[in-house]
């Protein structure tokens, strides 16, 4: 094995899960930050290696939660959203007071905000609902299918469904009840 393909499986492995295109445009707007500071910190090298060592612990947090698998996050959906309501009801009763908010829960050697947590949790927790009831939930879809018809409701069976078909001089409506479709003509916009 030598050197290059072992640098390539390497780089393989690093980006596995990374969208590249994303990620160099986070870093293009990140280099333009450190940029803008540099300017407005009247040349201070210190403030900005200290920006960019938080941008680099930043970047690899990112890297680990990108290889992290979708099902760890759902498996702890739920206990870390009941962790941090139990968090929550904590900063009612034993919150600390700081610029006359009571935020921050003191756990002795550090303080937390639980409302930070939460802003993880919740999402979480819809994504785990969600994909539960995945199967149960009748929703609009509004994306195209590959012959151009847009379903406006779709059941579970497909048959009964209400298609409506762009064209030029408007849209014309097609309507599936048992199996059977009736056109029914043009809809103008």
């Known amino acids: 094995m030598t050197t290059t393909s072992l640098i390539k499986k390497l780089g393989d492995a690093f980006v596995r899960r990374i969208d590249g295109f994303l990620l160099m445009t986070a870093m293009a707007i990140a280099g333009l930050g450190l940029l803008v500071l540099y300017s407005a910190t009247d040349a201070s090298a210190?403030?900005?290696?200290?920006?960019?060592?938080?941008?680099?612990?930043?970047?690899?947090?990112?890297?680990?939660?990108?290889?992290?698998?979708?099902?760890?996050?759902?498996?702890?959906a739920v206990p870390l959203f009941a962790l941090g309501v139990t968090l929550l009801v904590g900063v009612a009763l034993f919150g600390t007071v700081v610029n006359g908010s009571r935020r921050w829960l003191s756990l002795g050697i550090t303080r937390?905000?639980?409302?930070e947590m939460m802003k993880i949790a919740v999402p979480l927790l819809l994504a785990w609902y969600f994909n539960r009831r995945a199967a149960?939930?009748?929703?609009?879809?509004?994306?195209?299918?590959?012959?151009?018809?847009?379903?406006?409701?779709?059941?579970?069976?497909r048959a009964n469904s209400i298609w409506i078909k762009p064209c030029r001089s408007g849209s014309s409506i097609k309507t599936c009840r048992n199996r059977k479709c009736v056109h029914r003509g043009m809809a103008t916009s």
Do not use: D, K
Request: charged share 10%; hydrophobic share 45%; proline share 9%.
């Open 136 to 157: 149960e939930i009748n929703t609009a879809v509004w994306s195209s299918t590959p012959r151009g018809n847009i379903p406006i409701r779709r059941s579970p069976c």
């Open 46 to 76: 210190n403030r900005v290696m200290g920006q960019a060592m938080n941008l680099a612990f930043a970047l690899t947090v990112m890297w680990i939660a990108a290889n992290v698998s979708p099902q760890h996050y759902l498996r702890w």
């Open 112 to 115: 937390i905000q639980p409302s």
